[in-house]
C-alpha cells in the first residue's frame, strides 16, 4: 500500500521559513516524480514544485529563489524548504507521486497526501 504522510506545516509569521516533509512508504521515492501542490480556500489545486529521478527540480514562478525541493533517498523523504513565506502562501500543501515525467506540473499525480496546513499572518 502506498501511503504519503506530509508533515512540518503550521503558522509562521510574513518573510518566516517551514520546511515540509512528505515520507513515502510502499514506494522507493528514488523511482518516483515527486512534486507539490497547494490549495488554498475558494481556489483550484496549484503546482509548486516538483523534483524528477535524475534529479531535475521544477518550480512554479511564484516560489521561484524561495522554495527549493529535495530529495533524502535513504530516508525515502522529500521535502519542501519554504523561506520568506508571504500570505498568499497560505494554503493545505499536498505532496504527491507519479511516474511519468510528463505534464509534471497538472495534478494528474498518482498517489497523494492528505496535506498539511501552512499559514503565513501578515
Known amino acids: 500500500q502506498v501511503q504519503l504522510i506530509e508533515s512540518g506545516g503550521g503558522l509562521v509569521q510574513t518573510g518566516g521559513s517551514l520546511r515540509l516533509s512528505c515520507a513515502l512508504s510502499?514506494?522507493?521515492?528514488?523511482?518516483?516524480?515527486m512534486g507539490w501542490f497547494r490549495q488554498a480556500p475558494g481556489k483550484e489545486r496549484e503546482f509548486v514544485a516538483a523534483?524528477?529521478?535524475?534529479?531535475?527540480?521544477t518550480y512554479s514562478e511564484f516560489v521561484k529563489g524561495r522554495f527549493t525541493i529535495s530529495r533524502d533517498n535513504a530516508k525515502n523523504t522529500v521535502y519542501l524548504q519554504m523561506n520568506s513565506l508571504k500570505p498568499e502562501d497560505t494554503a493545505v500543501y499536498y505532496c504527491?507521486?507519479?511516474?511519468?515525467?510528463?505534464?509534471?506540473?497538472?495534478?494528474?499525480?498518482?498517489?497523494w497526501g492528505h496535506g498539511t496546513q501552512v499559514t503565513v499572518s501578515a
Open positions: 504527491a507521486a507519479r511516474e511519468s515525467i510528463t505534464g509534471l506540473t497538472t495534478p494528474n499525480y498518482n498517489y
Open positions: 523534483i524528477s529521478r535524475s534529479p531535475v527540480r
Open positions: 510502499g514506494r522507493t521515492v528514488s523511482n518516483y516524480v
